[in-house]
């Protein structure tokens, strides 16, 4: 059991939206952007109801390596976007969807009684012209919550520049092709030493062997690079602040994320990106040199999970379904009744469906006659597709497509079909030649 979010959701209130739909046109990358990286870093700030989105500062560097077709289109609704469109808002450039750990904290107790602020970095292909971009934060009833707005003018003197002889040294460990067109994930060691460097090299072996022995990705290995940083921790193992242990690591990350011992994460993204500026990246995996069970996993963020231990394998393949694909967990509490996903919106993860509107889930994979919701007889687990009452933390009014998965259990020997569905999908989105 591993988490994207693990406490109860408070009710958000809804505030209004500031940001206006902005028109599709498909654009081509040269037109509008140079063949490089724009990091902006971002504070999120806010409490329990109130959301706000600040600037911090800003940093180029040569190359691009997100996605170049499908540019103003997002495959994903996340949790949040950022978008960049013309100078006159009139023509969407770039778009790229996202969810955080901010939001899942203001759902906590601890942000009913105090404010606090998040570090939040995002990239996007440095631009020719003036732009404007904006940042946007939705809540759980899919309004936008919060939006930031603001002009980027290429040729601003204060857009740092990197040092390419600081880039952190990296090797591939996977390579399908040119990182402009494939895509490229990154492991990052967390609570290795330097002597423990060559074990990070083999803990990353393991875990692409574990995603590539999953369905899709047994069938995508053309499509994804996998690059391993070389950066040392002073400290071997990871932060257990429940132990009284802390750790200088090379992100700083920590159990216990919100009271919670199970939930490894870190809040130092701008120290994460200063580790990957210059490196082709557009999937983070941290992986924690620790045999303690757990980890996260955050959409278009990063994911972290403990690299030794007996579930390891599994756990990295779950939190990478979560990091990489945006899918949902499928588990679910008897016990205690959770409002993540409220009656009457259809939630935007792919593999679970509150039957608001099953049409754009998995209805067409039903086997004809199958009952809504399907009793779970334990026959075909992980292959049945059904729709099974109990998901996303809730056992009721939620609805996930197979009575087991890997988005689900530990012990599921793959993702259900339409998990896989939903994989597959995205990567080809991602893929698609012009
Ligand atoms: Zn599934």
New binding site residues.
């Given amino acids: 059991m591993t988490h994207t979010s693990i406490l109860p959701r408070l009710i958000l209130m809804l505030f209004m939206a500031t940001c206006t739909s902005i028109s599709i046109l498909a654009q081509t990358f040269g037109k509008h952007f140079n063949e490089a990286t724009l990091r902006i870093d971002y504070i999120f700030a806010g409490n329990n109801y109130s959301q706000n989105i600040y600037l911090d500062r800003m940093k180029t560097f040569s190359g691009w390596y997100g996605r170049r077709t499908n540019m103003d289109i997002l495959p994903l609704r996340g949790n949040g976007n950022i978008t960049v469109t013309d100078i006159t808002g009139a023509d969407t450039l770039y778009t790229h969807s996202f969810s955080t750990l901010f939001q899942e904290w203001q759902s906590t107790e601890e942000a009913t009684k105090v404010g606090r602020s998040f570090e939040s970095t995002l990239l996007i292909p440095m631009p020719k012209e003036k732009v404007q971009v904006s940042v946007e934060l939705k809540n759980m009833h899919n309004g936008s919550k919060s939006c930031l707005k603001h002009t980027i003018d290429p040729s601003d003197i204060l857009i740092s520049t990197h040092n390419e002889k600081k880039t952190t040294p990296y090797r591939y460990l996977h390579k399908a092709g040119d990182s402009k067109k494939k895509i490229d994930i990154v492991f990052i060691p967390e609570g290795y030493t330097a002597e423990e460097m060559e074990q990070f090299g083999k803990d990353c072996q393991e875990s692409i062997e574990s995603i590539f022995r999953h369905r899709p990705f047994n069938q995508l290995k053309d499509r994804f690079n996998f690059i391993a940083v070389d950066v040392p921790s002073e400290h071997s193992g990871v932060s257990v602040p429940r132990n009284k242990i802390w750790k200088e690591t090379a992100t700083g990350s920590h159990f216990d994320t919100f009271y919670s011992n199970r939930y490894l994460t870190t809040p130092n993204i701008k120290k994460l990106y200063d580790i990957l500026d210059g490196i082709p990246c557009e999937s983070i995996i941290i992986l924690a040199n620790t045999n303690e069970y757990g980890g996260g996993g955050i959409y278009n963020n990063y994911m972290l999970s403990a690299s030794r231990g007996p579930a390891y394998k599994s756990v990295i393949v779950h939190e990478f379904g979560h990091s990489f694909a945006g899918?949902a967990d499928?588990y679910f509490y008897d016990d205690q009744y959770v409002t993540m996903y409220p009656a009457g919106i259809e939630p935007w993860e792919q593999?679970l469906t509150t039957l608001t509107d099953f049409g754009s889930k998995w209805k067409d994979m039903l086997p004809q006659g199958t009952e809504i919701p399907t009793v779970a007889d334990g026959k075909d687990r992980y292959t049945k597709v059904g729709v099974y009452e109990g998901g996303g933390y809730q056992s009721k009014g939620v609805y996930?497509?197979?009575q087991d998965?890997?988005?689900?259990t530990n012990q599921a020997p793959d993702?259900?079909p339409?998990?896989q569905r939903a994989i597959l999908r995205l990567v080809d989105f991602l893929t698609e030649e012009d």
């Fill in positions: 899918l499928e593999n996930r497509p197979a998965c890997r988005m689900h993702f259900c339409v998990c």
